[in-house]
């Protein structure tokens, strides 16, 4: 799927679960925004793929960290609590396949479940990147979500994805199109210039 353009979100026609989209129309006709529900895209709708890991969602953090974005004006628009099947987790961690840990970090993450999330705002995956912390919570400062609730990396309570190219792959492999909701957020003009 190609990149799409930002295209302004104040009036999405409306699709409910029971809204039957006929193949051959595409979901483009019926929602203009379509082409940026499993993708990244740039400028106020770009967009990245947050999960909290099996010890974040184990010491209830779940609430705090959404708390934290939404408190910095990044908008929500998918959000699921699954247990993660192997396959979906080796696909996600392929590129660390050949690292000693692989094997234990998805052991790691299919110990318990993990709340998937899409995240949209400016910039928003340089801000999570930057919210979250270093990978290695000895190095996040405090402030980040692993340096104030994490202690080793193995640990570390949250991934985020680290490119506009790696939020648009996570997002399709952890999300469906029909899964991820455009709305307008009123609080957006008091957020964006």
């Given at each position: 799927?190609?990149t799409?353009e930002?295209t302004?979100?104040?009036?999405?026609?409306?699709?409910?679960?029971?809204?039957?989209?006929?193949?051959e129309a595409?979901?483009?006709?019926?929602?203009?925004h379509?082409?940026?529900?499993?993708?990244?895209?740039?400028?106020?709708?770009?967009r990245?793929?947050v999960?909290?890991?099996p010890?974040?969602?184990q010491?209830h953090?779940?609430g705090?960290i959404i708390?934290?974005?939404?408190?910095?004006?990044?908008?929500?628009?998918?959000?699921?609590l699954l247990?993660?099947?192997?396959?979906l987790?080796?696909?996600?961690y392929?590129?660390?396949?050949?690292?000693?840990?692989?094997?234990?970090l998805?052991k790691?993450?299919s110990?318990?479940p993990?709340?998937?999330?899409?995240?949209?705002?400016?910039?928003?995956?340089?801000?999570?990147?930057?919210?979250?912390?270093?990978t290695?919570?000895?190095?996040?400062?405090?402030?980040?979500?692993?340096?104030?609730?994490?202690?080793?990396?193995?640990?570390?309570?949250i991934?985020?994805?680290?490119?506009?190219?790696?939020a648009?792959?996570?997002?399709s492999?952890w999300?469906c199109?029909?899964?991820?909701?455009?709305w307008?957020?009123?609080a957006?003009?008091?957020i964006y210039?």
């Open positions: 799927m190609g799409a930002a302004s979100l104040s009036a999405p026609p409306l699709l409910g679960p029971s809204t039957i989209v006929p193949p595409g979901l483009g006709s019926f929602l203009p379509a082409s940026t529900l499993p993708a990244a895209c740039s400028g106020a709708n770009e990245t793929f999960a909290i890991k010890d974040g969602v010491r953090l779940v705090e708390r934290r974005f939404e408190r910095k004006g990044l908008q929500l628009v998918g959000l699921k247990q993660a099947s192997e396959e987790l080796k696909e996600h392929i590129a660390l396949r050949d690292r000693p840990f692989y094997s234990r998805v790691y993450m110990s318990g993990v709340v998937a999330m899409v995240w949209q705002g400016l910039d928003v995956v340089k801000t999570v990147r930057m919210m979250i912390g270093e290695d919570p000895a190095e996040s400062r405090p402030g980040t979500i692993r340096g104030d609730f994490c202690v080793e990396v193995s640990k570390n309570v991934h985020g994805s680290d490119s506009v190219e790696s648009r792959q996570e997002i492999l999300f199109p029909e899964e991820l909701t455009c307008e957020d009123t957006e003009h008091w210039a």
